[in-house]
């Protein structure tokens, strides 16, 4: 008395899957742009700490690279200035 699927319905579950899978890797690669150099300093400094010569400088890093993604990030993109960064670094 079980109904069986029909046939082009038997991957919808695994593509669903690799799309959520996908959107995921998508949010991913975003936040390690924005923020990899900040936790690229603050691995150091912890690096530092467990070989015992301090994370001043993992530190400064990671603050430096922090200020910049938030001076990145309150740019503000809109169509009007959409390009504007690329075009300052073709000059």
Known sequence: MTKKLPKNQKG???TEYIIIVALIAVAAIGVYSMF???IRGQVAGLAGEV????AATGK????TAAANANTKAAEGKGMAN???GNAASAK
């Open 12 to 14: 919808q579950g695994m």
């Open 51 to 54: 070989a015992g010569t301090g």
């Open 60 to 63: 400064a890093a990671a603050g």
């Open 36 to 38: 990899g150099q900040t």
């Open 82 to 84: 959409y390009d504007a």
